[in-house]
């Protein structure tokens, strides 16, 4: 009897050991990546939000200054996430259900001279496994191609940062 205790404590010991799996950090280089032009100011910050695996960066938070006294426009339809220089989709946020995803979304709109802000999700990180997922942004290099219109005239800003995930060191 002695014995059979032993071995199960052994053994949940060990499966507890493995399911702690290796603990990282997540960079961010840039730490606020931005870019800016005439019309608006834009930046950058990787988050966590909804349902996320290992309270990794799961989303981007979009923060945009207009600049000028006209109210501006956010194009979803082209304004797309960027990983390892390719184009992957657009996003998803707060009001869009996971099944329409990649359907049209309609434009938000940046009152003149003021701030809007907005969490993004990767529409090509969602995953549905018994639930809706926003998987963790990958390593790599990523960002967004964003698409704002003033009156006819749509105005694009690339805006890049690198994730990398590091061990904790213990």
Known sequence: MKNNVLVILFALLLLNVGCLGNRYTTQI???????????????LRATTGGKSFRNSPNAILLEVKNLTDRDLQIDWGKTLFIYKGSTYGTFMFDGIKYIDCDKPKPSDMIFANSHFSKTLYPCALTEFSRSWWNNPLP?????????????????????????????IQK
Do not use: M
């Not at 390593?139 to 061990?167: C, H, M, N």
């Open 29 to 43: 280089t840039p730490h606020s990546p931005s870019a800016s032009n005439d019309v608006f100011e834009a930046s």
């Open 139 to 167: 390593e790599g290099q990523q960002g967004i191609y964003l698409t704002i219109l003033d009156g006819d005239t749509a105005v694009s800003e690339k805006i890049f940062f690198t994730l990398t995930r590091v061990p």
